[in-house]
């Protein structure tokens, strides 16, 4: 098989090849197709056959503990795909980590503005709506900030991108989807660090756009009518989340429930001269 790299380091190569035996042209073709599977584009002259550059190998590792997996760009040698399963066996349970105590943090904002929602609706609108409106508020923000903005930004950056297909590409890999048809790989200006810096940036907007994602679903959990797992375990005690954003915990919770259900007691004062002493009996 001729290598990739050679087929493609000249435009000539296109003109003999037209001329040459069917089995050439199948391997030109096949040829092109691993290069294109590189990143190579066929319509220009290339002198390699990988794009494994820092800003790809940036991507690639975000992808992978993000569990998105474009697969764009991937290891080919045997020690390359081990290094890949030991860093994703790290890297994807650290990066849930960071990403649930994000979350965690940014509960005590949600619960503010449902306290608020709570207060300005009351004895208007059920609890249950209240928490519909705070779902849709911060769902909007996500829409606005991590989908419509990055949509039209990226439209920009990539030209070949329409403002579909850049908004597609947001929703796939924030939905963690990640099928690799649109990935933005496409060089901007001359500066290869200024490639490098574009990639970098990418990444930041998936992790923190994977934390806004969870974010809303832990809004969305909260909801015991939307919430599948509440309808089935109906009567039951209410989750940690739950609790967190309606300000209720599980110990208040066995208390309440303890003193409900311990019989009620009766104080008997008893006189005797000048001393008194009280007496408690238990009713039964």
Request: with cysteine; charged share 15%; glycine share 6%.
């Amino acid at each position: 098989m001729t290598d990739p790299s050679e087929l493609l380091s000249g435009h000539h190569v296109y003109k003999t090849l037209w001329i040459c035996e069917d089995n050439h042209l199948e391997d030109f073709l096949v040829a092109v197709l691993q290069a294109n599977s590189y990143g190579i584009s066929p319509l220009r002259n290339a002198s390699q056959d990988s794009n494994w550059n820092f800003g790809q190998a940036i991507l690639f590792a975000t992808s992978v503990v993000t569990t998105i997996g474009y697969g764009r760009t991937k290891p080919l040698s045997n020690g390359g795909k081990i290094f890949c399963i030991i860093f994703a066996s790290i890297g994807i349970p650290l990066t849930l980590v960071l990403a649930s105590a994000t979350v965690e943090k940014l509960l005590p904002l949600a619960n503010k503005l449902l306290c608020a929602l709570n207060v300005k609706f009351e004895g208007i609108l059920d609890p249950v709506y209240v928490k519909m409106i705070l779902l849709t508020i911060i769902a909007s923000l996500v829409i606005v900030c991590w989908f419509i903005i990055p949509s039209i930004i990226f439209a920009y950056l990539q030209p070949s991108w329409t403002g579909l297909d850049a908004f597609y590409f947001c929703f796939i890999s924030l939905t963690t989807i990640g099928l690799g048809d649109y990935v933005p790989d496409e060089t901007i200006g001359d500066d290869p660090n200024l490639f490098v810096l574009y990639e970098v940036v990418v990444c930041v907007y998936l992790l923190l756009g994977l934390m806004a994602m969870m974010f809303v679903l832990t809004i969305f959990y909260d909801i015991p009518q939307m919430n599948l797992t509440h309808l089935l375990t109906e009567g039951e005690h209410s989750g940690p989340v739950e609790r967190h954003l309606t300000g209720r915990s599980s110990t208040f919770e066995n208390t309440s429930s303890y003193r409900s259900s311990s019989p009620p007691r009766r104080t008997v004062r008893i006189a005797e001269g000048s001393a008194s002493s009280e007496s408690t009996l238990m009713h039964k």
